[in-house]
């Protein structure tokens, strides 16, 4: 007879918004306690996140079990009125994702749809995906809620300037 | 001086709704000939699609160019009334996507979102996710048209006709 089938563990609840970007790559939104479990099925190396406050002691307790590095970039989460994405906080961001030493790697925000889909859209931008697909794939997270401020940041970012960081000498 | 700028293809265009489903599993709408160089740079090995009609030349011509097995599994596209989705169907291609010596593999419909999001749907039960996250991802897929009934064959499907088939003996 065929072996037992395979255990089925409790449900994995894998935290908003969650999805893999690349291979090594993912994206979601802030993690909770009950996301932990399924997380770990990540073998994550670094946690990388895009919001402003404090981070959670329960959180960076729970990193330092599973021996994962923290890494902040915050960048404010409000809305409109128009205001500006710190260029140089997502370069510095963009240039810990593009060294594979870091990877498995998690990007989140609070949501995973604004921010993240900022950061995640110029990481389209050096994979050279057209900005029509782009846009597709930021609206599809961000919905019903897209924000032109995003798309036009992802739109004029300068990719120069994350290879200026990576490729520099005292790197 | 740093070496020069690595230098920018024209743009790669993804096929619609295109996403990673898992480490060598892919997912998206119909691909197009111009989503074919964003596609080598997948280098598939299989392209599972559940379209019913007859494949077009174009498409299976260039599968064959790159030495891409094709397998179609077929469903009717049609939406309500309740028309029930074939399990035998799906739990084939499931058998299928379970095989690592088929990955990277493509999974695709016409617009991905539909039976693409029903089986993909199949692929979260089998990793054990909760409901409550596979229905979040498929209603990002699938917004605004989300349907019950695909919902409701994710639901009820189950697991133990596919385990039977892959480790089935004559397998």
Same mark, same amino acid.
């Given at each position: ?11 994995? #609840?894998?935290? /908003?918004?969650?999805? #893999? ?12 306690? +009950? *996301? %932990? ?6 073998? !994550? +190396?670094?946690?990388? @996140? !895009?919001? !402003? /406050? ?5 959180? !960076?307790?729970? &990193?330092?079990?599973?021996? $994962?590095? %923290?890494?902040?970039?915050? $960048?404010?989460? *409000? =809305?409109?009125?128009?205001?500006? #994405?710190?260029?140089?906080? $997502? &370069? ?7 060294? +594979? ?7 989140? &925000?609070?949501?995973? +749809?604004?921010? @993240? ?36 940041? $992802? ?5 120069? =300037? ?7 000498? /005292?790197?």
């Amino acid at each position: 007879p065929p072996p037992a089938l395979p255990n089925v563990e409790e449900d994995l #609840i894998p935290p /908003e918004n969650f999805a #893999i970007v690349a291979p090594g790559v993912y994206r979601s939104g802030f993690p909770m306690r +009950k *996301n %932990f479990p399924f997380m770990e099925t990540l073998r !994550l +190396k670094t946690i990388l @996140t !895009l919001v !402003l /406050e404090e981070y959670p002691e329960a959180n !960076l307790k729970w &990193c330092q079990d599973q021996d $994962i590095q %923290f890494m902040q970039f915050g $960048i404010p989460g *409000n =809305k409109e009125p128009f205001d500006n #994405i710190p260029e140089e906080v $997502i &370069c510095a961001a963009l240039v810990q994702i593009l060294d +594979k030493r870091n990877h498995p790697l998690l990007i989140h &925000c609070n949501k995973g +749809k604004h921010r @993240t889909g900022c950061l995640v859209g110029c990481i389209r931008r050096i994979q050279s995906w057209s900005l029509t697909s782009i846009f597709d794939e930021y609206r599809r997270f961000s919905n019903p809620k897209s924000r032109a401020v995003d798309q036009q940041f $992802i739109d004029l970012f300068q990719l120069s =300037k994350v290879w200026e960081q990576v490729l520099s000498t /005292e790197g």
